[in-house]
């Protein structure tokens, strides 16, 4: 069963400038979670969304951050125009379900910020 | 609100000797516990989690979890580690209060095996 995929890998821009992330889920995982993960910290949700709609973007910073999962599969999240402080991995993961099912992660976009 | 400790920024330990990584837990209702593995440049890894029931849970590659209430700990172990098991650890607990089902994370275990 092939995994969550994310690209690209890694990323290097310029503040202010602006970069997007993509993201394709386990086939038939109807949840989709973007997480970032800062250096030295665990990682923080940034949005859920269960087929195309979002359950959860309370974390996420509206003002720079964007993400959509058009026809409930694939996702992007964009951040425009971007700061010092985004330089961190961002994880992409799916679940079969809601609830107490665990949710399956991609390997990572690592964003440096400079 | 919703949190997880993991109290240990280093676990240090000789193969074969037994493991634990620690970690307590804050909620309001019944907690929903996971532990999951991060290997460098890799994404996190399902090791196992804790819904109901038995208290001791099984995981992958030989790991354990004891969910105790009381002490409102998930702590994870494993009998005889291996050089292999050197990787960084989060235990996580499902976040009940917020609409959706994502996980909150502790800041990381870095587990150190030495041959």
């Known amino acids: 069963e092939a995994g969550v995929a994310q690209s690209p890998r890694y990323k290097i821009i310029e503040k202010r400038q602006s970069v997007a992330f993509w993201c394709n889920p386990i086939s038939g995982h109807a949840t989709l979670y973007w997480y970032q993960q800062i250096l030295g910290q665990g990682p923080k949700l940034l949005i859920q969304f269960q087929n195309n709609g979002v359950v959860d973007d309370s974390q996420l910073p509206k003002d720079r951050f964007s993400a959509e999962r058009l026809k409930g599969v694939d996702s992007t999240l964009k951040i425009q125009p971007a700061k010092l402080e985004d330089s961190a991995v961002y994880l992409c993961?799916?679940?079969?379900?809601?609830?107490?099912?665990?949710?399956?992660f991609g390997q990572g976009t690592r964003l440096t910020v400079v | 609100a919703q949190s997880v400790a993991q109290p240990e920024d280093q676990v240090n330990v000789a193969e074969g000797n037994p493991l634990t990584v620690k970690c307590t837990y804050s909620?309001?209702?019944?907690?929903?516990l996971f532990w999951y593995v991060q290997y460098p440049n890799r994404g996190l890894q399902f090791l196992l989690k804790?819904?109901?029931?038995?208290?001791l849970v099984k995981g992958s590659y030989g790991f354990e979890a004891e969910f105790n209430k009381s002490q409102t700990s998930f702590h994870l172990k494993k009998p005889s580690a291996l050089v292999s098991d050197s990787a960084l650890y989060f235990c996580?607990?499902?976040?009940?209060?917020?609409?959706?089902?994502?996980?909150?994370f502790g800041k990381g275990t870095t587990l150190s095996v030495s041959s």
């Open positions: 993961a799916s679940s079969f379900v809601t609830g107490g099912v665990e949710a399956f």
């Open positions: 804790y819904i109901t029931g038995d208290n």
């Open positions: 909620v309001s209702g019944n907690p929903y």
């Open positions: 996580a607990v499902r976040d009940i209060a917020s609409k959706g089902t994502a996980l909150i």
